[in-house]
């Protein structure tokens, strides 16, 4: 079959791939995986996120005790990867992080833990705080701490491919790798369920040492990718 070359004319690419007017609020999907934001005030993205804005917008970086010295001296202890910048003006801006699709969220007085590396953006609005998995065996898996998130307001999360929500019910706990776990009810208290041995530290183990454990009544959202962050 022979295809029009009208099909790959500029106009036609202009045409399809432009950006959409959708004026639908603050936060809007301009696609799965880029993220519109149309700013009157001051919104929290992730640091580096920004890929094009039009209008006058101020890009100011977090600053050392901009939350507190309580959560700059979480941020320290638990190497924290997620940078937080400050955006203030009018304007139109759009965000993305690494191709990964994003899901927005309004919060109605409720809370959500997120992971750290999964935050692209929220209302100043929303209270938060950086919460820690205590034991010392989370070490072993990398940076296990994440951010509760509670109140009104917007919040921007990201994942790789789709999400998939598992329903957490009494008598019935969900077990979930740390590295494809991106948030939960912030009614959950996650604990960590070892099989740590000998092979383990030889690299001989089952791949699945640590994992999380999820009781009582909630949800838990998992990616079908396992993103492992350094410090």
């Known amino acids: 079959m022979i295809q029009s070359q009208s099909q790959y004319s500029l106009e036609d690419i202009v045409l399809h791939a432009q950006q959409k007017e959708q004026h639908y609020g603050l936060f809007e999907l301009e696609s799965q995986r880029m993220l519109e934001v149309n700013l009157d005030g001051m919104v929290w993205i992730k640091m580096g996120s920004m890929t094009a804005y039009r209008g006058k917008l101020k890009f100011t970086r977090e600053g050392i005790l901009e939350h507190g010295i309580g959560k700059m001296l979480k941020k320290k202890v638990s190497h924290e990867g997620t940078q937080l910048t400050k955006v203030q003006g009018q304007g139109k801006m759009f965000l993305s992080d690494l191709g990964k699709k994003i899901t927005i969220l309004q919060l109605r007085n409720e809370s959500l833990y997120v992971a750290g590396h999964d935050i692209l953006a929220f209302e100043p609005t929303l209270k938060w705080d950086i919460r820690m998995m205590k034991k010392m065996v989370a070490m072993l898996s990398g940076d296990l701490f994440n951010v509760r998130f509670e109140g009104e307001g917007l919040l921007a999360i990201t994942s790789y491919y789709d999400p998939m929500v598992l329903i957490v019910e009494p008598g019935m706990p969900v077990f979930t790798d740390p590295n494809t776990t991106i948030a939960w009810s912030g009614n959950l208290q996650p604990k960590l369920k ?19 454990k999820f009781e009582g009544a909630g949800f838990v959202v998992v990616q079908p990718f396992q993103e492992i962050y350094t410090s």
């Open 194 to 212: 070892t099989d740590i041995s000998v092979k383990t530290f030889f690299g001989r183990g089952s791949g699945e040492s640590l994992q999380m």
